[in-house]
């Protein structure tokens, strides 16, 4: 049996405990009919042109967990932003871990989604919310939709600035061998109220790491996951990912903003490793004077492969999106940017902004990158630029006659490469983790406090 | 100090530097003036150690070593400065952060221990008063939107830091305005002492009315044409180069 017989044919079980006259199971059973039409992508299919998905979809994978499996605080610690106060919702192997967790209740709700889903009192929320941004052609949203339950709810009500940001993190634990995790969270920034999230993806123990979990067939989890992001007038939502596995583990992304007007946006996506990532970042401006800001650093190594699919859709005018994503590329690692911007007839006025730029460090690294712009209005400002090479010779030049030998100076210019990408971001142990991150990842030790 | 012995140089192929001949000794100020494409930014990065400009004949010695071996860094580590007549933006690295991982890397190479962090911050403050360099500067990104004025104090405040024996300040008086190169020609002033030397590259005779030069070289098509004290300058100013 295919992975996607299997998928499918699991449905009924899979909603035993759900009562059947649940909107929420309509929407579900509607996505696994869609689902079982469109399948999963192949080679022929040119929003996957540059990712060999087909290598993660093992046959094997299940959405059936065996058991609960617990883990010592110290393994993950420093997953946690820490040094700040902040909400924190928190998954292992896909489920709701309470006691790491601080969520609430009070001023704003940040708690859990199955906890909202099914219960009547968010009746009107999730039927005015819930799944009414996603692509329902795009495979690997419409599995997640079909077999989602749990994951991060948050809302925001009316001109409240939330007073802590909020951290989503969802951990494998590598306890048990083909996990396909649906983790989905739905995030309602009312309007005028303004948060700060981060969402992380870390596993514990892959297949090639020693521990009691490992045995001849262990396969990694594949991790499936949607966000849907709605962003009402004159809110500002500040949004971080960061993703940084193991080269076994795999994770598909898709997320959708929705922005109303006067809204402010912003995502920046930390790739920092992975088997095969794969990004679906989605903007839909719905209103005027809207921003939008997609930011992403990728640094990999070995055989890792990350794929950033960005679309920007400006469908009103007086709107900006600016896009800006910088890749390092060790070993034989390979990465993808395909940043597609819509401009609709009615959207003048608007100035869309997109940059990518690329080193090739290792001999055998590789990236594609390609801006699709289908721009419609006549009175607008597009622009978009892209690199892949090597390090500025002469600015190495310029670091050499300073004393700085050949190696730190090239380990300095690739950390400022990346750095640039963090001007904007606010929240300062955000910004200093990240850091910490990128001058680990080149192998640089910087002489100074970060 | 700096001993240059019958230079050749070549830039992809083509000869630059034809048979150039220079002594340069602790405690004076030289100044090398010639027309465009005579070979002198060539003459500079060749002693700061470009690895584009080949060496075909002749010597570098400095300090009775020949340097044409040593990689720029390991120039800069035993004393060679060179100010970039177009410094390079560097996004992402702040001047401060830059200025303290040069320092460190200098003293490590010369096996030395780091400058504590107290003594690094005085330092930086001091040097960066005498530039009349404003601290919300240091903390900008290196040369990043940095107007032409402010590149130029940039470089020689990195000079004061690094304190070099050899400071070669290539057209740092381009770009410059005539308060920025009042300031600009006291910092360098008040870093010139008997035991450094300094070798000015310049078009025009302006700087050195504020730097005052023991000696004028005229570099023309590769060669030292003529040399002289600083009333060669003020000839050149007045008559221009033809008459060599």
Redesign the interface.
């Known amino acids: 049996m295919s992975l996607k017989e299997k998928l499918v044919s699991s449905f009924l079980a899979f909603e035993l405990d759900t009562d059947i006259n649940s909107p929420i199971h309509d929407i579900r059973s509607k996505s696994i009919k869609e689902f079982e039409k469109v399948g999963f992508p192949d080679k022929k299919n040119e929003f996957w042109k540059y990712t060999p998905i087909k290598k993660v979809l093992n046959e094997e994978l299940t959405i059936f967990k065996k058991k609960r499996h617990l883990i010592e605080f110290d393994k993950v610690k420093d997953f946690f932003l820490g040094g700040i106060e902040s909400y924190k919702i928190v998954f292992i192997d896909g489920m709701y871990d309470p006691l790491w967790s601080s969520t609430t209740h009070k001023g704003a709700d940040i708690c859990i989604l199955s906890s909202v889903l099914e219960n009547k009192k968010y009746s009107n929320v999730i039927s005015k919310y819930y799944n009414t941004i996603v692509d329902s052609k795009e495979s690997f949203s419409l599995l997640n939709t079909s077999f989602s339950k749990e994951g991060a709810y948050v809302n925001i009500p009316k001109n409240i600035e939330l007073d802590k940001p909020i951290e989503i993190i969802h951990i494998n634990s590598g306890g048990e061998s083909s996990l396909m995790l649906q983790p989905r969270n739905l995030i309602i920034l009312e309007k005028g109220s303004k948060a700060q999230i981060v969402e992380s993806h870390y596993s514990l123990i892959g297949k090639n790491n020693i521990s009691p979990y490992t045995f001849p067939g262990y396969i990694d989890p594949l991790t499936n996951t949607l966000t849907e992001i709605h962003v009402e007038e004159n809110a500002n939502l500040d949004y971080y990912k960061i993703q940084n596995d193991l080269d076994t583990t795999s994770i598909i992304d898709n997320t959708y903003i929705n922005q109303k007007k006067n809204s402010v946006a912003s995502c920046h996506t930390f790739s920092f490793g992975g088997n095969i990532v794969r990004n679906n970042l989605n903007f839909y401006q719905n209103g005027k004077n809207i921003n939008s800001i997609l930011k992403g650093i990728t640094i990999l190594g070995s055989n890792q492969h990350t794929d950033h699919h960005t679309l920007v859709h400006h469908a009103n005018p007086n709107c900006e999106s600016y896009q800006e994503y910088k890749g390092i590329y060790n070993d034989k690692s390979t990465g993808v940017f395909n940043g597609k911007v819509i401009v609709d007839r009615v959207a003048q006025k608007i100035n869309a902004f997109q940059q990518n730029n690329n080193l090739l460090v290792g001999d055998h690294s590789s990236v594609n990158t390609k801006p699709q712009l289908e721009i419609f209005a006549d009175d607008v400002k597009c622009s978009h630029g892209c690199t892949i090479g090597q390090l500025?010779?002469?600015?190495l030049?310029?670091?050499?006659?300073?004393?700085?030998?050949?190696k730190?100076?090239k380990g300095?210019?690739t950390?400022?490469?990346?750095?640039?990408v963090l001007e904007n971001v606010k929240m300062q142990v955000l910004k200093i983790k990240i850091k910490k991150i990128i001058a680990n990842k080149i192998g640089v030790s910087?002489?100074?406090e970060l | 100090m700096l001993k240059i012995e019958n230079l050749h140089v070549n830039v992809e192929n083509k000869a630059i530097i034809k048979g150039l001949n220079l002594e340069v000794n602790a405690g004076e100020v030289h100044a090398i003036m010639g027309p465009n494409g005579s070979g002198k930014s060539t003459l500079s990065a060749v002693i700061?150690?470009?690895?584009?400009y080949d060496v075909v004949k002749g010597k570098i010695l400095y300090n009775d070593e020949n340097i044409e071996d040593l990689?720029?860094?390991e120039?800069?580590?035993k004393g060679i400065?060179?100010s970039?007549q177009y410094?390079?933006e560097?996004?992402?690295?702040t001047v401060?952060?830059?200025i303290?991982?040069?320092i460190?890397?200098?003293l490590k190479?010369r096996g030395k221990k780091?400058m504590p962090a107290n003594e690094m911050l005085k330092n930086i403050r001091e040097k960066a008063n005498l530039l009349e360099i404003d601290s919300k500067f240091l903390s900008r990104?290196l040369n990043e939107g940095f107007s032409g004025g402010e590149k130029k104090r940039n470089e020689i405040f990195?000079m004061a830091m690094?304190e070099p024996t050899l400071a070669i300040l290539d057209e740092t008086d381009s770009g410059l305005d005539i308060d920025a190169l009042r300031i600009v020609a006291s910092g360098v002033n008040k870093l010139k002492n008997k035991d450094n030397a300094i070798i000015v590259i310049t078009h025009y005779q302006r700087l050195l009315d504020h730097i005052i030069p023991d000696y004028v070289h005229v570099l023309q098509d590769g060669k030292i044409a003529k040399s002289g004290d600083k009333n060669l300058a003020l000839q050149l100013e007045e008559k221009g180069y033809d008459w060599i």
Do not use: C, W
């Open positions: 500025d010779k002469s600015a030049f310029y670091l050499k006659t300073r004393g700085i030998t050949e730190d100076a300095l210019l950390y400022a490469f990346a750095n640039n910087l002489g100074f | 700061a150690g470009n690895e584009d990689s720029a860094e120039r800069a580590h400065f060179m970039f410094p390079v560097i996004p992402g690295i401060t952060n830059f303290k991982t040069a460190n890397s200098n190479a780091e990104s990195q690094l």
